[in-house]
């Protein structure tokens, strides 16, 4: 089969690798039917996440067709369509039996394209397939399947949930790459008064305000703390939602954040951020972190389902699986080419 294959920083190829197998009972392998790339792919690109080694096939999203499954496979049969999840489950560790499947230690979490080969491939070998593939019904497109795999569960789950969006809240939001965005549809689902997107990119504010965002701010030429302050009496928002990953925009959230509210951060740091104690202690603020678990998919995709989220429009570009190489050049140039999501599909 064709793969595409990290080569080290810099390196990567869509070229001719063996097909995967079957090496433990509860392996399935999924003929890849749609497959997307996420920012996290970029930064392994760059040599951020040394985890991943040479010869690594990339790729944690996923929509496909299964075509063999070992023997201790219960819930999902050949010619199932599932959803390929970007964390896997063993299902049975500490962490997995309380729902927090993105800190398995029976070997699952964020395994696929970065400790073991991944999905931007025709076919992918998934462990766990019982608890980490999700069947997909007839009425929801691969596209619309595909945003379930890793963007609308994390701004959901890591933004929304964990930062305890209420109805008539004001929800502040920094970035609005897919991310953020993702956090703008979950937020919505809770009724808040406003939704503030907050980034440095007019296109992207441009792209929250079409995703439900009430008011955007350009962080470049305008202070968003003074705006959330006007709008909510001196108070300032709920929750705040960092979905960027630099020392900055978390700070900006411990700014912006009322009394008594909650700040959520998303976004994945690799510097350290300054915590503001001597502000934040008389607040009553409560800071939350997290890697995505995935356990509101099946939430998720009903509401996707059920037409409550337009997951498709995260959709801006899309390829063939040969395509590969264009693809990363769109996605990583978003600025340019306003790629937000792209979508790669077999024929
Ligand atoms: N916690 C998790 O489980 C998890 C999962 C997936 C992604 N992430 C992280 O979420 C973050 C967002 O992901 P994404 O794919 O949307 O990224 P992205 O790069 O597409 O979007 C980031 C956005 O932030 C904006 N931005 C950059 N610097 C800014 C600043 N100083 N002020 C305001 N806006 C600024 C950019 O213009 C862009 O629109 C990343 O750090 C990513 O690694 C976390
Ligand atoms: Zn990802
Ligand atoms: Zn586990």
Redo the contacts with the bound molecule.
């Keep these: 089969m064709r793969a595409l294959v990290y080569h080290g920083p810099g390196k990567k190829s869509w070229e001719e690798v063996p097909d995967p197998m079957i090496l433990t009972d509860t392996d399935a392998i999924v003929q890849v039917g749609a497959v997307t790339i996420?920012?996290?792919d970029l930064?392994i690109l760059k040599g951020d996440v040394p985890a991943v080694t040479d010869g690594r096939i990339l790729g944690h999203e996923a929509v496909g067709t299964i075509t063999e499954v070992g023997p201790g496979v219960k819930n999902v049969h050949p010619g199932d369509r599932v959803l390929v999840s970007c964390i896997t489950a063993c299902g049975r560790c500490r962490y997995c039996r309380e729902g927090q499947y993105g800190q398995c230690l029976g070997g699952g979490g964020w395994i696929l394209g970065h400790k073991i080969d991944g999905t931007q491939a025709e076919y992918v070998r998934v462990p766990f397939a019982d608890n980490s593939t999700y069947q997909v019904p007839a009425s929801v497109t691969d596209e619309e399947v595909l945003m379930l795999a890793?963007i609308l569960p994390?701004g959901y789950e890591?933004g929304v949930l964990n930062g305890r969006v209420r109805p008539a809240d004001t929800v502040a939001i920094?970035?609005?790459?897919?991310?953020?965005l993702a956090a703008i549809l979950g937020a919505k689902l809770h009724s808040p008064s406003h939704i503030v997107a907050?980034?440095?990119?007019t296109s992207?504010l441009e792209a929250a305000k079409q995703f439900g965002a009430d008011i955007t701010v350009n962080?470049g030429d305008d202070d968003p703390v003074a705006r959330v302050m006007e709008l909510t009496d001196g108070l300032g928002a709920d929750v705040t939602i960092e979905?960027?990953?630099?020392p900055?925009?978390f700070e900006l959230c411990t700014q912006l954040v009322r009394p008594g509210g909650h700040v959520a951060n998303?976004?994945?740091h690799g510097k350290p951020a300054m915590l503001h104690l001597e502000d934040l202690w008389i607040k009553n603020v409560t800071i939350t972190t997290?890697?995505?678990d995935t356990y509101s998919t099946p939430t998720l995709l009903n509401l996707v389902a059920s037409r409550h989220i337009e997951s498709a429009r995260f959709v801006t570009h899309r390829f063939c699986l040969d395509e590969f190489m264009d693809a990363y050049d769109v996605f990583s140039r978003?600025g340019e080419t306003g790629a937000l999501k792209v979508a790669l599909s077999r024929h």
């Design positions: 996420c920012g996290t930064h890793d994390t890591v920094v970035g609005s790459g897919p991310i953020g907050i980034d440095l990119a992207r962080s979905a960027v990953g630099v900055e925009t998303v976004g994945v997290g890697l995505v978003a």
